[in-house]
Nanobody
């Protein structure tokens, strides 16, 4: 069964950091994106990365958020990607999910809650 599995969410105080993981099970992908969805708000792009290491970030995301991948030399597909989040703010509270770019494959999401 093909899945994307996120982990690493939790409760953190403002100014803290978290590292989220997204692991592909049963398949690999050429690019994976992170999105987040807060209550009452539209889902928005946080960051994404290709197997070649090309990254992209949503508006105002670059700087506090860094996307990376497993450093598997020669790999032409992604097996795992990570989202390092620093200096977190209460406004970052959301469910963070990963998506295999260009597909309808989503992980189940991981909750990130930032307290003030």
């Amino acid at each position: 069964q093909v899945q994307l599995v996120e982990s690493g969410g939790g409760l953190v105080q403002a100014g803290g950091s978290l590292r989220l993981s997204c692991v592909a099970v049963g398949a690999t992908f050429s690019a994976i994106d992170w999105y987040r969805e807060a209550p009452g708000k539209q889902r928005e792009l946080v960051a994404g990365i290709t197997y070649a290491g090309i990254t992209k970030y949503g508006d105002s995301m670059e700087g506090r958020f860094t996307v990376s991948r497993d450093n598997n030399k020669g790999a032409v597909q992604l097996e795992a990607v990570y989202l390092q989040m620093s200096n977190l703010e209460p406004a970052d509270t959301a469910v963070y999910s990963c998506n295999a770019r260009g597909t309808n494959r989503w992980g189940q999401g991981t909750q990130v809650t930032v307290s003030s």
